[in-house]
C-alpha cells in the first residue's frame, strides 16, 4: 500500500507565506518525480510544480518567482513554499506522487488535498 499524504494548508492574507509538506510512504521502488496541483470548484486540476528525480523542476507561469518546489529524498517528501501569495492562489492543493511500484510498473498517486485559503 502506498501513502501520499500532505500538510501545511490554512488561512493567510494575501502577501503572506505557507509551506506545504507531502509524504509518499509504503512499498514501492523509487519516486520518479513529485508535484503540485490545485483545483478550483468549476474548473480542472492544473499544474503548479514538479520536480523530477534529477531535482529538475517545473512551474506555472503564474507563480514563478513566487513558489519553490524541493524535495528531501530521504524522507520521500516534497515541499512547496509559497510566498508572496494572492487571492487568486485559494484553491485545494493536491501532491501528486509518479512512482515505481515494480521494475515494470510506474503509477501515479494522488493525496487527499489540503485547502489553501488566502483573504484580500
Known amino acids: 500500500q502506498v501513502q501520499v499524504v500532505e500538510s501545511g494548508g490554512g488561512l493567510v492574507q494575501a502577501g503572506g507565506s505557507l509551506r506545504l509538506s507531502c509524504a509518499a510512504s509504503g512499498i514501492f521502488l523509487s519516486i520518479n518525480a513529485m508535484g503540485w496541483y490545485r483545483q478550483v470548484p468549476g474548473k480542472e486540476r492544473e499544474l503548479v510544480a514538479r520536480?523530477?528525480?534529477?531535482?529538475?523542476?517545473n512551474y506555472a507561469d503564474s507563480v514563478k518567482g513566487r513558489f519553490t518546489i524541493s524535495r528531501d529524498n530521504a524522507k520521500n517528501t516534497v515541499y512547496l513554499q509559497m510566498n508572496s501569495l494572492k487571492p487568486e492562489d485559494t484553491a485545494v492543493y493536491y501532491c501528486?506522487?509518479?512512482?515505481?511500484?515494480?521494475?515494470?510498473?510506474?503509477?501515479?498517486?494522488w493525496g487527499q488535498g489540503t485547502q489553501v485559503t488566502v483573504s484580500s
Open positions: 501528486n506522487a509518479l512512482l515505481t511500484t515494480n521494475p515494470i510498473l510506474v503509477k501515479n498517486y
Open positions: 520536480i523530477s528525480s534529477a531535482g529538475s523542476t
